[in-house]
Every structure is written in C-alpha cells, then in structure tokens.
C-alpha cells in the first residue's frame, strides 16, 4: 500500500496548519479545566478539513442557492430586501416566518413556534429547558453528538437506542421497552436519520408515540431532513401533529439547501414545553438575523420547488454511489438510503480514521469516519446532496484504485 504521498492535482493539507497543529480532535479543547461538555466530535473533525479540502463528500446538507437566486423567485423581492430595517427581531420568530413555518404542518398555529438560530440552538435550548439532573433520556443512535451530549452534561443518564445495520438500520422497539426507567423523561429520534440514512416505518412511528404518552415520556423528533423522502409516499405525519407530548426539530438547513441562513425552529402544541423553551432562549441567541428571517420565509413561500430540486440531484448522486459501491464490495458494505442525502456505508479491511486521514490528506476527498458519531462499527459518512458529488466520487475511485 502506497504511504500518505499527495494524489497528483491535489492540494495537501498541511499538518502545520494552525487550526489543526498538535490538537487531535479527540482531545479536551480546555486543558486543565473542567469541561461540562465534551468536544464535539464532528465539529472539531469538520473544523480541520472542511474549508481546505478540496473535495467534500460528507456533507449533510443540499445544493444551496445564491442570495440573488433565492430573491428571484418573486419579482418584489430585491426591493424589499434592500428595504429591510436591520433592527431586532422577535424573539420567538417573526409572525410572517412562524405563519410559513406552521404550513409545513397539520394542526400547528403559528403560537406553537419558536424559532432558533439553526438546529443546534433548539436542541441545547430543549434539553436545558426541560431536562433535570438524575433524569433518564433514550437517544436514538449512532446519532448527532448534541442529541444525547447535552443531556449528559446537564447530569441525565442516556442510553443509547441502537438502530440495528444488518436490519437495514432499523429500530427494535422491544429494545425500546427495555431502555424505559420510572425516570425517564425524553425519548429521542431521528427520522429521516443523520448518518444512516433511515426512514422510520410508520407502524414503529406510531407505536414509538403510543409509548411516549402511555408513560407521559416527552418525544424529541428531530426531523431536519422531512420532505427529503425519495417517495413522497414515505413521508410520515410530524410527531408535533400526533401528540401534546411531542416536539417536532425543522430546519433551512438541509432539504431546502439554506444552511448559511441558521434558522431552525421547534414546532410543539405543549404550552409548558414552549414556554420554558422560550424563556431559556432569552440566554442564548434573543432573537433571530433579520435578513435570514426575511430569506427564510422567502424559500418557504416557494419549498416545494426548492425540496423538488434538491431530491432530484439526491437521487442522480445515489445512482453514481450506488455504482461506486457494486465496484467495489471489497471495500465497503452499502446500506442504501431511503430518505435525505448521507448514507453510512461501512470500510471493510481497514481502520476507516486512517483510511478518511489519508484520502483527505493525500486526495483532498474528505468523508467522516464514523467516530465523530461515537460509532464503533468501522462505518464513514458519505454526503450527496450537492452537484459536485461527480468529481468527487471521480477522485475517491482513483484514489482506490492507486492503491491496489
């Protein structure tokens, strides 16, 4: 096996680099202090490698928009935003957002809105609103790192639901019954999932809710990657549209391919719910930019078309990996997708940290190794849903097959 040698017409990441000198991303970020929460894996990975690698084959979000097209898809738009007033905004989200927001939604009023600065914020925002010390949470995994760090910081106990990979990712809900203790207080899931791939049944769906209000358990959905179905048929009801005891995650960020907006929100009939969460978020962000407000219910007005574009470059990208990994059963295990625009295949015959070291550094190909996922199974994501997934796919397959 050839050493790290830069791939020819790659540009090399420099080990000097003062972002990445000296610091694993393993390690604690404070040294010598005490940190309540851990460091986030996948942001400390993307931190090193994302803004100088030269191709991106991890992302999680899809094709994005130029400022100028997002204000061409109404005739008025370039006057009102050179208009608008760059004052403070609502805190829980302007009325004309939240109205935007509460039609990707059956029975959810504008009031049962809040709106954050990205996914992030609501997650943090939810946990501390309405988590204690000593209480029992249940996090669907592998999963997004601030799902179940949070929790653990504020001094919960967190098991782990662990979606099976031999089952196609799937969910046990026996599994489920087991992980339940008289003091738990959220149960947490993800679908759509970040980094599977997966799209819950909906028989488990529901029965996932009949669980939650039988034990009077809050239901965390984070549901960032809705309408992002390869079958529209597929999409399920929001979990805030089946139950009071449930709070539904959405985003800018992902279908809609706005990730440089950070806008966020949290969807929830349950009064108490939306109002700690409100007053928590008086510590945090206050409000929201208006320009990514006036630009967020600007590419909801129009999501149908924006989701449509998305999906489709989704589903041409899936076509080239799906290729990809028939050429190769040597080296990966592929689970395909059924909804959203990453998948987790797995590396078979290597350790796949030095494997994604080695493709970015001597490639420029960067994946995520599914460590950043606390993931121990030798997995990596792979991200779709942007157009230049051809060449990158292009120079991972020259890349494998230089080593041969």
């Known amino acids: 096996m050839p050493g790290p040698a830069a791939w020819p017409g790659s540009t090399p990441i420099s080990a000097a680099d003062p972002v990445t000198r000296g610091v694993s991303y393993r390690e604690t970020i404070l040294q010598g202090e005490t940190v309540l929460l851990a460091p986030f894996l996948l942001e400390r990975y993307f931190a090193r490698y994302e803004f100088t690698a030269e191709h991106l084959l991890c992302s999680s979000d899809c094709e994005s928009l130029a400022v100028q097209d997002l204000l ?23 009325e004309a957002l939240r109205s935007e927001i509460a039609r990707l939604y059956t029975g959810i009023a504008p009031k049962q809105i809040l709106v954050h600065t990205g996914a992030e914020e609501a997650i943090f925002v939810f946990m501390h609103a309405v988590l204690s010390p000593g209480d029992h949470v249940i996090v ?8 179940s760090e949070v929790a653990r910081s504020i001094g919960c106990s967190v098991t782990p639901w662990m979606a099976a990979e031999g089952q196609g990712w799937q969910l046990d809900l026996s599994d489920l019954q087991r992980a339940l203790r008289p003091n738990t207080q959220s149960i947490v899931i993800n679908t759509p999932h970040n980094p599977t791939g997966y799209l819950m049944r909906r028989d488990v769906f529901q029965e996932v809710h009949r669980i939650a209000d039988r034990h009077g358990i809050i239901l965390f959905s984070d ?14 009801p929001a979990a805030c549209e089946l139950s009071d005891h449930a709070v539904s995650l959405g985003v800018m960020s992902k279908t ?5 907006l950070r806008i966020g929100w949290v969807a929830t009939r349950n009064e108490a719910i939306f109002a700690r969460m409100a007053a928590m978020k008086d510590y945090t962000s206050i409000c929201n930019s208006a320009p990514s407000e006036f630009l967020a219910e600007l590419g909801l007005r129009h999501r149908a078309a924006l ?13 080239l990996l799906d290729g990809l990994f028939q050429r190769h059963p040597a080296n990966f295990n592929w689970h395909r997708p059924q909804a959203g625009p ?17 493709l970015v550094t001597t490639a420029g190909v960067l994946l995520l190794p599914g460590t950043v996922f606390n993931d121990s199974g030798n997995h990596f994501r792979i991200g779709f849903g942007r157009r230049t997934l051809p060449r990158a796919v292009a120079r991972l397959e020259e890349f494998l097959n230089h080593r041969r």
């Open 72 to 94: 061409g898809l109404e005739p008025s738009a370039h006057e009102r935003f050179q208009n608008l007033r760059l004052g403070y905004t609502e805190s829980a989200g302007g």
């Open 140 to 147: 669907h995994t592998p999963c997004y790192q601030s799902l």
């Open 223 to 236: 549901e960032v990657y809705r309408e992002s179905e390869y079958d529209p048929a597929d999409r399920l």
């Open 256 to 260: 809609y391919g706005l990730p440089g």
């Open 307 to 319: 989701a449509q574009r998305n999906v489709a470059v989704i589903k041409e990208n899936l076509t």
């Open 342 to 358: 990453i998948g987790f295949p797995r590396l078979i015959g290597e350790e796949v940290e030095a494997f994604c070291h080695e």
